[in-house]
């Protein structure tokens, strides 16, 4: 696959999931978790705060190549994932809290995203080189805020047109997901030789790590405890894999993406099955 091929196929990919998110969830859902400043605070202190300076220290305390430094800084960057919301109730959370932070954190990606990666530029030699920082603040804005926000006014001003496409606009976005993940996978999986060992040992801390602070940072609540759990370990892999190519760097990243994309995917599964067995003890209790 060639790399304008692929760079296109990313952007209309990453478009059309995150005009499925502002056509699906209303911004009347988002507001109410902004009517939650204490909440908020929490979910933005786990999510863009404690999960990129956790990758920090496994950075710093793990002698990782440079590939695989790239590769979780950009993880690390990319919030919001399309699919946050699904795999939240996937693991027995209520729709609109996870909705909420979801299109949240989609919305201000085109603001935490360059940011994140300029805290990594400053603080690891070599990743300034190698990252077109406000080329990707530009990008950010045209794949992911913009259609999030045509998203919401579609459906705030156009709700009969909204209805109407809202369902295959979703299958279509989910689907070409999907094929991305499996292209992703084709060309990462013979590389994954090159994580084997450490690399994934840190992933696997990172993920973990992640489930801890979300899950007890959204306490009391067990309800929010698992959306944040998995918002905290659901980065944009997508987003992540676009600023790669976009700096063409693909080949490098792919192996790390696709490493951390099947040990989040498992580990949160885990997760999941855990706390629909504590919700479920609790109900009963």
């Known amino acids: 696959m060639n790399h304008p091929f692929l760079t296109l196929f990313v952007k209309i990919t990453i478009f059309s999931l995150m005009l499925a998110t502002g056509i699906n969830l209303s911004l009347e859902k988002m507001l109410s978790l902004w009517r939650q400043p204490v909440l908020l605070f929490r979910a933005f202190l786990a999510v863009v705060v404690l999960v990129p300076t956790v990758v920090i ?10 590939d695989v430094m790239i590769g979780l800084a950009l993880l ?12 939240s109730q996937m693991a027995g959370a209520r729709f609109r809290y996870s ?16 940011s994140i990666l300029t805290i990594f530029a400053i603080l690891f030699h070599g990743i300034p080189d190698k990252l077109k920082i406000l080329e990707v ?17 579609l459906q705030k001003f156009g709700t009969k047109y909204a209805e109407m496409i809202a369902r295959p606009l979703t299958v279509i976005s989910n ?38 602070i979300g899950h007890f940072l959204g306490g009391p ?34 192996p790390t993406l696709v490493a951390y994309l099947m040990i989040g995917s498992c580990l949160g599964i885990f997760y999941s099955i855990w706390n629909k067995h504590q919700l479920k003890k609790e109900t009963n209790i």
Do not use: H, Y
Request: hydrophobic content about 65%; charged content about 10%; some cysteine.
């Open 57 to 66: 220290v496994l950075l710093k305390l793990f002698n990782l190549s440079s």
């Open 76 to 87: 690390a960057a990319s919030v919001g994932a399309p699919l946050t919301t699904k795999r």
């Open 99 to 114: 909705a909420s932070l979801q299109l949240t954190l989609a919305l201000l990606t085109v603001v935490i995203t360059p």
């Open 137 to 153: 603040a530009q990008q950010v804005t045209v794949v992911q805020f913009l259609p999030v926000t045509i998203g919401l006014l």
């Open 175 to 212: 689907s070409l997901f999907l094929v991305l993940i499996v292209v992703a996978s084709i060309i990462g999986l013979p590389l994954l030789l090159k994580v084997w060992g450490l690399p994934l040992i840190v992933i696997a801390i990172l993920v973990i790590v992640s489930l801890a």
């Open 221 to 254: 609540d067990d309800d929010k405890r698992s959306v944040l759990a998995i918002a905290c370990i659901a980065r944009n892999v997508g987003l992540a894999l676009f600023i790669a190519v976009l700096n063409n760097m693909q080949e490098k990243v792919f």
